[in-house]
Every structure is written in C-alpha cells, then in structure tokens.
T-cell receptor, first 114, second 114 residues
Framework: SQKIEQNSEALNIQEGKTATLTCNYT??????LQWYRQDPGRGPVFLLLIRENEKEKRKERLKVTFDTTLKQSLFHITASQPADSATYLC?????????????FGTGTRLKVLA | ETGVTQTPRHLVMGMTNKKSLKCEQH?????MYWYKQSAKKPLELMFV???????ENNSVPSRFSPECPNSSHLFLHLHTLQPEDSALYLC?????????????FGQGTRLTVV
C-alpha cells in the first residue's frame, strides 16, 4: 500500500536558521505533492503545491523540492521565526485506476527557538 | 479563517448517545470531505462528496453516517461510538476533486467518547 514517511516527528532549530523537513513516499507515483501547516487545535492550512514535473517551487521564505527518482520532497523555511513553529504535513495527490488519491503523512512538529 | 466552519468545536458523548457534527462552506466548492485525525497517525480520509453525491467511503464503520443535503453543508451523524473513535474530526472542501486543487480545512471537532 502507499506510504508516506515524514522522517522527523519533531525538529528544533534556532531562530534565523533554515529548517528542512523531509517527506519520503513508497509504492506510489503521485502527480502532485502538497505541504500544509497545522497549529494545535486547528485544521491544516495549505502552503504549497508542486507538480511531478517541477523540481522546485518557492513562495516567500518557503521552498519545496520534488525528486520523483528518490521519491522525496524537501520543505525548507529560510530565516525561520518562532511564529513558524507548527506541525507541517505533506500530502500526495493523484489518481490510481481512476480513483483520486489524497494521502497525508503524520507530520513533523517544528519548533523554532528564539 | 479558511471559509470552512465546523460545529461544535468540542464534543463529549457517551457510547449510547447519538450526535451530529456539522460543516459549512461558502466558498462555492463542489467537493467536501470528512477526515479523522488521531494522535501520531496520518489524516484518514473517511468520506468524499462531489456535487452532493458520495463518491468514496473508505471502509468506515456504519456507526458513522455522512449526509450532504446541499453543496454548502456536510454532516457526520454519530451513534453507538467506541472510545477508540475519540479523535479530531476535520471537514474540508475543495473546488473539485482534481488532485491539483488545495483543500480548505475547518478547525475540527474534538470528539471524546466516554
């Protein structure tokens, strides 16, 4: 079955550094990969979407890469701030035999230390 | 706010009770979803509605019963739940079911079954 692994359950970094979160997947070839942010007690909020034929996507301090050979996506937050502390979820989306697939990882809890 | 509203935010119910969760969106979206989020587990897709028609039911026990009376409203009717059903229940909507569309999540209902 399809599986996503976000390799760190928790990540602590110092303010101003670049945070790098990893999303690895198996048994699936998604057409798209999405990243969401989730704060405690709230629903996830969409951040970025990258297509399988895109290597990199940027939005302000955020950067996502998508390597379909390694089956991996990296999510970077540059110049991190304490307000970036949250759980970050990756999600694979695509279709398999005409059925839409929308598969989430368990998330990485990021804490940016002041 | 994402434009998706869920009520109630918190719910405690006994195993013999019947209750309903409500979700409302006024984003003009055609697809709506129910997800279950348990601690240290990925988001589990429960039900998908597209244009008010249920298009996916991911092996969810019959004690969970969804209802979509119109494109703006989605309900999850609960009866004779088990303690292991305690979780955060998230509603989401998207423009359509295309895998390249982002999902807008509500804030969730924290359900505790006692």
């Amino acid at each position: 079955s399809q599986k996503i692994e976000q390799n760190s359950e928790a990540l602590n970094i110092q303010e101003g550094k670049t945070a790098t979160l990893t999303c690895n997947y198996t048994n699936y070839s998604p057409a798209y990969l999405q990243w969401y942010r989730q704060d405690p007690g709230r629903g996830p909020v969409f951040l970025l979407l990258i297509r399988e034929n895109e290597k990199e996507k940027r939005k302000e301090r955020l950067k996502v890469t998508f390597d379909t050979t390694l089956k991996q996506s990296l999510f970077h937050i540059t110049a991190s701030q304490p307000a970036d502390s949250a759980t970050y979820l990756c999600a694979l989306t695509g279709t398999t035999s005409g059925t839409y697939k929308y598969i989430f990882g368990t998330g990485t809890r990021l804490k940016v230390l002041a | 706010e994402t434009g998706v509203t869920q009520t109630p935010r918190h719910l405690v119910m006994g195993m013999t009770n019947k209750k309903s969760l409500k979700c409302e969106q006024h984003l003009g979206h055609n697809a709506m979803y129910w997800y279950k989020q348990s601690a240290k587990k990925p988001l589990e897709l429960m039900f998908v509605y597209s244009l008010e028609e249920r298009v996916e039911n991911n092996s969810v026990p019959s004690r969970f019963s969804p209802e979509c009376p119109n494109s703006s409203h989605l309900f999850l009717h609960l009866h004779t739940l088990q303690p292991e059903d305690s979780a955060l229940y998230l509603c989401a909507s998207s423009q359509d079911r295309s895998p390249n569309t982002e999902a807008f999540f509500g804030q969730g209902t924290r359900l505790t079954v006692v």
